[in-house]
């Protein structure tokens, strides 16, 4: 490890929140006021029920984002705050083959999770704690979305426990899928995972340490003030210097240069695919004090969830105001189709009074009625009604009265018709 590794780990646990300017005071934190879980809880109600049912721009990046802070509700802030003492997890994350499942198995001394040559290699994650912890993760409150197994599984939506007699109680660590994955999948999984994170331990190498989606992700944890440590994995010793000043230099520019950085040297791994106690012991120290140290543990998941909740206000106006489009968008169509039948209203009006109607198969219909006579006949209804019975028996075809009013409900049924599919 180098100079930057060494001072991260001097700096100790505590200082990861106090560094990045958290709460870290002995005042009761707002958030554990009795209020705030009932209202994320009827935020949670209300998110969950919203629609953006209208093709505007904003309506599939609000349906992501709904879907984004239900779930982080559900997996880790409401939880959470449920349980301010729970133990604080470590999620472990980074790109396909950078070992990350190899230092989690060396961290806890056990083979919790498969590590391998072929990529990427953990497609479930796999959470490994404490024998004592054991019940609190099993419960599900955390992640519920995820199905408890006991054994490794490939099914989609599970998640691994198993304990580790070597790992301190108050500390959990979670094996997360590649974030850069080819598996749609496992990019999808990995980023709900980190979201349901106390601390983020982010895993890069000497190759990979550039990539842009480990430093989109990097920066969206800063955003919301995220706690979280960086390993530098499996570097040539004679590269580790420059490599780690580089990466420092690019934590810094990203303003996360107060994140505790460690510099793991390329080294073999054991017939078990554990790294050697030499090379994790760093790494192992800092998190054997953060274990030992419920105020750093417990300042490191108020960091992360003070800035989870500062993080939850501005996506709820964003989510407000494509609503509020919705609405409006809603009620514009709503005038438009008022207006069209409005419309057509007066054109069927008008259409009665101008005379349209008596055209082509009526005016000839109305020409015969008048030509006959029934028109006058036609004034005393009785006679009328005898005739057209009189003449209907004779000639065996209507009355022209019969035909016209005919030619007219047609020529009427042509008219509403017409409007109607106009305005629709
Ligand atoms: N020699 C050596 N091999 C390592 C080291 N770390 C990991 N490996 C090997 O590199 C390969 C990938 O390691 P994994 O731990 O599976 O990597 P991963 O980050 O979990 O990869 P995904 O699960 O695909 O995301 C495995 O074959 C490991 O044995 C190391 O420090 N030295
Ligand atoms: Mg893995």
Not at 167 to 172: Q, T
Not at 226 to 235: F, G, K, P
Request: glycine residues 8%.
């Amino acid at each position: 490890m180098t100079t930057h590794g060494d001072s991260a780990t001097r700096a100790g646990a505590p200082a990861v929140a106090a560094r990045t300017g958290a709460t870290t005071g002995d005042d009761q934190p707002a958030h554990a006021a009795d209020g705030l879980p009932a209202a994320l809880t009827g935020l949670r109600a209300a998110i969950g029920a919203a629609r953006f049912p209208l093709a505007l721009p904003s309506a599939e990046p609000a349906r992501h984002a709904a879907t984004s802070l239900t779930d982080q509700l559900d997996d880790y802030l409401l939880p959470r705050l449920a349980r301010l003492d729970a133990p604080l997890l470590v999620v472990v994350g980074g790109s396909t083959g950078a070992g990350k499942s190899t230092l989690v198995n060396s961290l806890v001394q056990a083979r919790v999770s498969a590590a391998g040559v072929l990529r990427p290699t953990t497609r479930s994650p796999v959470l490994v704690c404490s024998p004592t912890d054991a019940a609190w993760f099993r419960q599900g409150e955390l992640l519920p979305g995820l199905t408890r197994t006991t054994e490794p599984s490939e099914q989609p939506g599970t998640l691994h426990l198993v304990t580790a007699p070597a790992l301190p109680p108050g500390l959990a660590f979670l094996d997360a899928p590649d974030i850069d994955s080819v598996v749609d999948a496992n990019r999808a999984l990995a980023g709900q995972l980190l979201a349901a994170a106390d601390l983020w331990l982010f895993v890069t190498t000497a190759a990979r340490y550039a990539d842009a989606v480990p430093w989109e992700l990097l920066r969206s944890a800063r955003a919301r003030g995220t706690a979280v440590a960086m390993v530098l994995d499996r570097v040539p010793p004679e590269a580790a210097d420059e490599v780690a000043a580089h990466l420092s230099e690019m934590l810094a520019e990203q303003e996360l240069g107060a994140s505790p950085l460690f510099v793991l040297p390329e080294t073999w791994v054991d017939g078990q695919g554990l790294l050697p106690d030499r090379i994790t012991a760093p790494l192992s120290d800092w998190f054997a004090r953060l274990a030992a140290d419920a105020e750093a543990r417990a300042a490191v998941v108020r960091q992360t969830l003070d800035g989870a909740l500062a993080a939850v206000h501005p996506v709820v106006e964003g989510l407000a105001e494509a609503a509020d489009e919705q609405v409006t968008a809603a009620d514009a169509l709503d005038e438009r189709v008022q207006a069209a039948y409005r419309s057509a209203e007066r054109s069927v009006d008008q259409g009665l009074r101008d005379g349209r109607l008596l055209r082509g198969e009526v005016l000839a219909r109305w020409q015969e009625f008048i030509g006959t006579g029934d028109f006058f006949r036609g004034l005393e209804a009785r006679i009328g009604r005898l005739r057209d019975r009189v003449v209907a028996a004779v000639t065996g075809r209507p009355a022209p009265a019969a035909e016209l009013r005919t030619a007219i409900e047609s020529q009427l049924v042509t008219l509403l018709r017409g409007v109607a599919a106009e305005a629709a």
